[in-house]
Every structure is written in structure tokens, then in C-alpha cells.
């Protein structure tokens, strides 16, 4: 029999960042039966999981289908050809196809943020190669970076210290650009096929969200007030916006009562730089 002095709903988001994995989970909508013999009943108290950050991950073999995110490509009817290669390379970005003049393509790439949260960093690895004299800015993300060298860098972006209510997410955009140029007898030098540049996402952002996990619609025989006895019932819905939920149980007396609530969930664990704190 449980002395029911004090009752403590808590659902909890199980949401981690840190070291050089992470674990990424997907719930929502859980829902707790509960039974618990309690002896004398009293008004029973509600607490939530704290605001938590999480590394979310778009583009990535790794995850069902490549997760491939949304985009929106600007150059249409040129020389140059967005691509996407999230469920093999994880790599979004712009290949030249064509010959052109004057001309230049961008792939948008948004990261929204979580709701009621912001983006605080993003890290990921750009590669640009086979440039010629025409592509005279290709760049992700900031102007001069990745360097046409033909091999993959790596990058680590501040985007937010706190929350921020115009722009709480960020977007990575992919340019490749031919430019006017001339040679030395005055003729325009066309851009060829071949120059590449694209960035693999899949290297994480780290996202925070200030809005914790809510309980709703909480119910049951255990709430019933004075004193109790025998098997009794209570009830509750926990959502989240942020990460998702992983558990939800039941505490009297600041020890755990029945069994907890575990959501299954879908994980799969990758190496990402953007776990790391710098």
C-alpha cells in the first residue's frame, strides 16, 4: 500500500546531445493507464521535462528514405542542375550541365526551427571542384567557403546564442555562378560542363527549444480526493514540439509506481560533429 501523501505525473523527453553520437528518436501522442494502491489520498502535483536541445539531421543515409529536405532552386533554364543524393552520399547542391554566359544557379536549402525554439548551430562539409575561370563565386553558406580544392571540409556555423522571434531558424543556400569574363581578345569565355559544389546536411543542427513537454487531459479514480484504497486508475496525454516524447510514468511519493511508460521508438545512432560543445 502507498502512503498517497504526494502523486507526481511527469512525462519526460529523452531527447540527448553530447560526446561524438546521437541518439535521434520520433514520438508523440503518448498516453499513460496507470494503477496504483494508494492509502490516504491527496491532491496530486504535475511536472513537465525541461527545454531541451537535440541535433536534428536532414540529408543523411542513415535515416528512411535519405530524409531528403525541401529546397528551392533559382537558375532554372541555365547552365545549371540542382541534385540530390541524400539516400547514397547525403549531398545536396549545384552541377554546371551546360555551356553559358553571365549566368548563375542557387539551391535553398531552409532549417526551420522547432516550435516555440531556435537554431543554435549548424555544422556540416562542403566540397566544390572542377572549377573553371568563368565560376568566379561558388560558395555555401558564406562567400569563399568551401575552397575549389576537390576535397570535403568541414564547417561549424553559429546561427543563434537565444531565441529569436523574426528569424528563429536558418537555411544554407548552394551557389555556382558564371561569370562575364573575357580573354584577351575581348571574347567572352563560356562556362563548360563539369564545375560541382555541394554541401553533405547530414552533419547535424543543433537545435534548442524553450517549450517543454505538456500533459493534458489528465483523469481517473486516483484523483478522486480523501482517502483511497485498493487498484486505481489515472490517466494523461503528453505531447511535445520539440524533440518528442520517450516516457511518461507515474511517481507517489517521489518513487515510480507501476510500470513506465516507454514509447517505441525509431533511433539509429551516427557520428556528428554538431554534438559536440564548442
Known amino acids: 500500500m502507498y502512503d498517497g501523501r504526494k502523486l507526481n505525473l511527469e512525462s519526460r523527453s529523452k531527447w540527448r546531445s553530447g560526446g561524438a553520437q546521437?541518439?535521434?528518436?520520433?514520438?508523440?501522442?503518448?498516453?499513460?493507464?496507470?494503477v496504483a494502491i494508494v492509502g490516504f489520498g491527496a491532491a496530486p502535483s504535475f511536472s513537465a521535462a525541461a527545454p531541451s536541445r537535440f541535433t536534428y539531421e536532414v540529408c543523411d543515409t542513415a535515416l528512411p528514405g535519405g530524409s531528403v529536405p525541401a529546397t528551392t532552386f533559382i537558375g532554372a533554364g541555365g547552365p545549371f542542375t540542382p541534385f540530390q543524393e541524400c539516400g547514397t552520399g547525403g549531398l545536396v547542391g549545384i552541377r554546371e550541365t551546360g555551356s553559358g554566359w553571365g549566368q548563375f544557379g542557387i539551391l535553398m536549402v531552409p532549417v526551420p526551427a522547432t516550435a516555440g525554439g531556435y537554431v543554435e548551430s549548424m555544422a556540416m562539409t562542403g566540397f566544390a571542384c572542377w572549377m573553371g575561370p568563368t565560376n568566379t563565386h561558388p560558395h555555401i553558406y558564406e562567400d569563399g567557403w568551401p575552397a575549389p580544392i576537390c576535397r570535403d571540409t568541414l564547417r561549424y556555423f553559429h546561427v543563434h546564442d537565444g531565441p529569436n522571434p523574426y528569424a528563429p531558424g536558418t537555411g544554407v543556400n548552394v551557389a555556382l555562378n558564371c561569370d562575364g569574363v573575357y580573354d584577351g581578345g575581348g571574347n567572352h569565355i563560356n562556362c563548360q560542363p563539369g564545375p560541382t559544389i555541394g554541401a553533405q546536411l547530414h552533419r547535424g543542427h543543433r537545435r534548442s527549444t524553450r517549450t517543454p513537454p505538456g500533459l493534458s487531459d489528465v483523469a481517473g479514480s486516483l484523483l478522486a480526493g480523501g482517502q483511497i484504497r485498493g487498484h486505481q486508475e489515472i490517466s494523461a496525454k503528453a505531447t511535445d514540439k520539440g524533440g518528442g516524447l520517450?516516457?511518461?510514468?507515474?511517481?507517489?511519493?517521489?518513487?515510480?509506481?507501476?510500470?513506465?511508460?516507454?514509447q517505441p521508438c525509431s533511433s539509429t545512432e551516427v557520428p556528428t560533429p554538431a554534438s559536440t560543445e564548442r
Do not use: D, E
Open 246 to 262: 520517450s516516457q511518461l510514468f507515474v511517481l507517489v511519493n517521489g518513487i515510480r509506481a507501476g510500470a513506465t511508460l516507454a
Open 22 to 34: 546521437i541518439w535521434r528518436m520520433a514520438a508523440s501522442g503518448l498516453a499513460l493507464m496507470a
